[in-house]
């Protein structure tokens, strides 16, 4: 379960104009970041951005069209099995065999990854254990709950000791109980130094989790950074959100204003007057809140939907 060690002067993953088409869609559009060990960095983006895409180049499951990519120093697709030996992936769909049980699926995984028998068993007990599955070992697949089989998907996904851990869209469809517990084990992975990608829609899971977000749009990464810093350099620090204003009111001086469909949004530096303005709108109608992440990804992928 300890991430192996990896030298600080080689990079985990390096991409440069990284290009993926699929016939005339552009997937994934120039581009270009690197990622150093122990980092944990969330791609955000909304559905068809290219963030899946993005995840299948780094584990050699597509074949880039264009540009530089590089794992471990690594080439993808060429030294595909050398570099999957060192990456553990937690796909976005299910796709563990329904006919095993949960100790067997990890069983199984150990075959492909090499493992002697005695190695697997002892990794597949400390995993289960960690994971509180150990009382669901025997029980069949179809038999878990949405929150058991991620954690057995992880569980599969660190049987073979990853340097690199990543995760596509892990927590989506979980209910909020389940979302934190998984949050609480990938925290304690990045304190055992493991390196981790993580795409998901879920803003606060991505400022929970990640050091550093990228932020994709139609296939290109249009903002990098911490997500603290990037609320701060892009966005007012506090936001006024209000619903259902027939007729909205005269912005005061100093303030920003945005309307997506019924909602109006109010931004300014200063809290006093979205304070006052709060006042002339009631309580009921509006909430007065720091701006955060979601604030930036819609100014910069839009508020409307994306066909």
Not at 250 to 277: C, K, M, N, W
Request: a neutral charge.
């Amino acid at each position: 379960m300890n991430a192996a060690s990896t030298s600080l002067s080689t990079p985990i993953v390096a991409a440069r104009g990284l290009t993926k088409r699929f016939k005339d869609l552009v997937a994934v559009d120039n581009a270009s970041f690197v990622i150093g060990p122990n980092e944990c960095v969330g791609f955000l983006g909304p559905n068809g951005a290219g963030k899946t895409t993005l995840m299948r180049m780094i584990y050699s499951a597509v074949e880039k069209t264009a540009g530089e990519l590089t794992v471990f120093g690594l080439t993808p697709m060429k030294e595909r099995k050398r570099i999957n030996a060192r990456v553990g992936v937690v796909f976005q769909d299910n796709n563990l065999d329904q006919e095993l049980n949960a100790a067997e699926s990890l069983l199984v995984h150990s075959l492909y990854c090499g493992m002697d028998f005695a190695t697997a068993r002892r990794r597949i007990a400390a995993l289960l254990s960690w994971l509180d599955l150990s009382s669901k070992a025997n029980s069949a697949i179809r038999a878990l709950s949405g929150g058991m089989i991620r954690r057995l998907m992880i569980a599969r996904a660190l049987l073979n000791g990853p340097e690199l851990l990543i995760l596509d869209e892990p927590t989506t469809g979980l209910d909020p109980q389940v979302r934190h517990a998984l949050w609480s084990l990938l925290r304690e992975l990045k304190r055992r130094g493991l390196t981790i990608l993580l795409t998901t829609h879920y803003m606060e899971e991505a400022q929970q989790l990640a050091e550093r977000v990228l932020i994709m749009d139609h296939g290109r990464i249009i903002l990098d950074g911490a997500p603290n810093t990037l609320i701060q350099n892009h966005l007012e620090r506090y936001v006024l959100e209000a619903s259902g204003l027939c007729r909205p009111p005269t912005p005061l001086a100093g303030i920003r204003h945005e309307r997506a469909g019924d909602v109006d949004y109010f931004y300014s530096h200063e809290e006093p007057p979205l304070q006052e303005l709060h006042r002339r709108l009631g309580n009921g109608q509006a909430l007065l809140r720091h701006a955060n992440l979601e604030d930036v990804f819609l100014k910069f992928t839009g508020r409307g939907l994306h066909e």
